[in-house]
């Protein structure tokens, strides 16, 4: 496993206990884990992360990531939907003929 995901893997586990995702923490939980890690890796992880939580940057992330793949893939989309869009009212103007004729449902 790279430097950066043994880091990586140590920032969520620290983030998850509720711990201060420091250098030193980054240290010892990979060190725990076997991996070994370069200092360097373990201050600039702690000092991107510094005054953040994690746990809120990931939650809002996942929340946009919808969000930003249909912006897109909207204009390469946008062909098809219309199509889509012209199926679905071919769809009801044919249900509604249907009913028209005296064929309902429960008649």
Not at 28 to 33: G, I, L, N
């Amino acid at each position: 496993m790279s430097a950066e995901a043994s880091v990586s893997y140590a920032a969520l586990i620290l983030a998850d206990a509720g711990v201060e995702i420091s250098a030193d923490n980054l240290l010892a939980v990979t060190k725990a884990a076997g991996a070994s890690v370069d200092n360097v890796w373990a201050d600039i992880f702690s000092k991107a992360l510094e005054g953040k939580d994690l746990k809120e940057l990931l939650f809002s992330m996942a929340a946009a990531a919808p969000a930003g793949g249909a912006a897109a893939g909207g204009a390469a989309a946008a062909g098809g939907a219309t199509e889509a869009a012209a199926e679905e009212k071919e769809e009801e103007a044919a249900e509604e003929s249907d009913d028209d004729m005296g064929f309902g449902l429960f008649d």
